[in-house]
């Protein structure tokens, strides 16, 4: 093991969260390709472990204790990383959290779930922050929403003896590492969070309308907008070019009719103005930047290396997104504001200030509490002008 601990501790010393951790270990791995792939998925496992857990740790516990203790709490159930804990913690590794920390502490080991994350930030109405914090120390599951008859998957999983959760009619979860290509044909499913999937009610499109996905990524809540209703007019916009690219991509994957794609910088008001002039839609879906801290559990380096400065600018940006998004806005038209934020700061007080800056008026507010389903969480506001 002794290759594994050096290689883990010159990880983490180079890992600075300036890219996604797992770009960062993907090019690391290129460098060392003597690694196998059962060294790559512990040190994997590893380094999440490491950025879930060790901050709520004493600093002066050695790195390889700090380590063994994130291990011991995280949840995995890789057979290669359970073999690294201590004899007497072989076996426990299921245990409820206050059970773990409980045989921690019979260690001399404390953990301060509260220094996860030092912030003042509020939360938003429907999350508990203590709750949030248990949620880091665990995995999500990987969801998508299939798109054909969902009794054939079941049917399909069942005959190949897969591991799965149906947590809706057309939704269905896996554990995180699941090779989903390798089991269905892709245009038959998307990989899609739960929560995200959730958004559904919210939009209700109808034939005809016009609708604007105006930060639209990679299309994710555009395909599911045009599953439920294809007689929509839909435009997209987003200002990276390649993400664009993927969208095209994916609507053709799916055998969709390609929207009206607009590369735009949403918060460059003039550069709008010359790419859309007088446009105006029924329905704007406003799925803003946001901290991401509602998926943090996904990404824990977000965690770890978070400054709350940033939500500063990342409220501003979303606040200038969607002032400029309302005046493209049709009379009694709705603009649905998501984020994947559980800050209050980028929820309802960033609805507050649409209010405060437009003719809109909020109708519904909702956070999308994923934890119990091991999804993500989203905050979804609908208003109205």
């Given at each position: 093991?002794?290759?594994?601990?050096?290689?883990?501790?010159?990880?983490?010393?180079?890992?600075?969260?300036?890219?996604?951790?797992?770009?960062?270990?993907?090019?690391?791995?290129?460098?060392?390709?003597?690694?196998?792939?059962?060294?790559?998925?512990?040190?994997?496992?590893?380094?999440?472990?490491?950025?879930?857990?060790?901050?709520?740790?004493?600093?002066?516990?050695?790195?390889?204790?700090?380590?063994?203790?994130?291990?011991?709490?995280?949840?995995?159930?890789?057979?290669?990383?359970?073999?690294?804990?201590?004899?007497?913690?072989?076996?426990?590794?299921?245990?409820?959290?206050?059970?773990?920390?409980?045989?921690?502490?019979?260690?001399?080991?404390?953990?301060?779930?509260?220094?996860?994350?030092?912030?003042?930030?509020?939360?938003?109405?429907?999350?508990?922050?203590?709750?949030?914090?248990?949620?880091?120390?665990?995995?999500?599951?990987?969801?998508?929403?299939?798109?054909?008859?969902?009794?054939?998957?079941?049917?399909?999983?069942?005959?190949?003896?897969?591991?799965?959760?149906?947590?809706?009619?057309?939704?269905?979860?896996?554990?995180?590492?699941?090779?989903?290509?390798?089991?269905?044909?892709?245009?038959?499913?998307?990989?899609?969070?739960?929560?995200?999937?959730?958004?559904?009610?919210?939009?209700?499109?109808?034939?005809?309308?016009?609708?604007?996905?105006?930060?639209?990524?990679?299309?994710?809540?555009?395909?599911?907008?045009?599953?439920?209703?294809?007689?929509?007019?839909?435009?997209?916009?987003?200002?990276?070019?390649?993400?664009?690219?993927?969208?095209?991509?994916?609507?053709?994957?799916?055998?969709?009719?390609?929207?009206?794609?607009?590369?735009?910088?949403?918060?460059?008001?003039?550069?709008?103005?010359?790419?859309?002039?007088?446009?105006?839609?029924?329905?704007?879906?406003?799925?803003?930047?946001?901290?991401?801290?509602?998926?943090?559990?996904?990404?824990?380096?977000?965690?770890?290396?978070?400054?709350?400065?940033?939500?500063?600018?990342?409220?501003?940006?979303?606040?200038?997104?969607?002032?400029?998004?309302?005046?493209?806005?049709?009379?009694?038209?709705?603009?649905?504001?998501?984020?994947?934020?559980?800050?209050?700061?980028?929820?309802?007080?960033?609805?507050?200030?649409?209010?405060?800056?437009?003719?809109?008026?909020?109708?519904?507010?909702?956070?999308?509490?994923?934890?119990?389903?091991?999804?993500?969480?989203?905050f979804v506001a609908m208003l109205k002008n």
């Open positions: 093991m002794r290759h594994l601990q050096q290689h883990i501790h010159r990880i983490i010393e180079n890992y600075e969260g300036k890219l996604p951790l797992h770009h960062f270990l993907k090019s690391y791995y290129k460098k060392y390709p003597i690694l196998g792939s059962r060294d790559r998925k512990m040190l994997s496992d590893m380094a999440f472990s490491w950025y879930r857990c060790s901050k709520g740790f004493d600093e002066n516990l050695s790195f390889d204790r700090k380590l063994e203790a994130c291990l011991f709490l995280s949840e995995t159930n890789a057979h290669q990383v359970l073999q690294l804990l201590r004899p007497e913690w072989q076996g426990k590794h299921d245990y409820f959290l206050q059970q773990k920390l409980q045989v921690l502490e019979k260690d001399k080991m404390k953990f301060n779930i509260q220094k996860l994350l030092s912030t003042s930030l509020s939360f938003s109405t429907g999350m508990d922050k203590e709750q949030w914090l248990r949620s880091l120390l665990q995995q999500p599951d990987l969801f998508i929403r299939y798109r054909k008859n969902s009794k054939q998957l079941i049917r399909i999983l069942q005959d190949k003896n897969i591991q799965f959760r149906q947590v809706g009619e057309n939704c269905f979860a896996f554990p995180n590492a699941t090779k989903l290509q390798e089991l269905l044909p892709e245009k038959d499913y998307v990989v899609q969070d739960a929560s995200s999937q959730m958004t559904a009610v919210y939009l209700s499109p109808k034939p005809e309308e016009y609708w604007w996905d105006c930060c639209s990524g990679a299309g994710g809540k555009s395909l599911l907008l045009k599953d439920l209703q294809p007689e929509i007019h839909l435009t997209v916009t987003d200002k990276r070019k390649s993400i664009l690219h993927n969208l095209q991509e994916r609507f053709q994957l799916y055998h969709k009719n390609v929207p009206e794609i607009v590369e735009a910088d949403m918060a460059d008001e003039n550069a709008l103005k010359r790419k859309l002039e007088h446009r105006q839609f029924d329905n704007i879906i406003c799925d803003v930047p946001c901290s991401g801290s509602g998926t943090w559990a996904r990404t824990p380096e977000q965690a770890y290396f978070f400054e709350e400065k940033n939500i500063k600018e990342f409220s501003e940006l979303q606040e200038k997104i969607a002032v400029h998004a309302t005046r493209y806005l049709k009379k009694d038209g709705r603009l649905i504001y998501i984020t994947c934020s559980v800050f209050q700061k980028e929820n309802e007080n960033a609805v507050a200030s649409i209010e405060a800056n437009s003719t809109l008026k909020c109708s519904e507010v909702k956070l999308i509490n994923g934890i119990e389903n091991k999804a993500d969480s989203m």
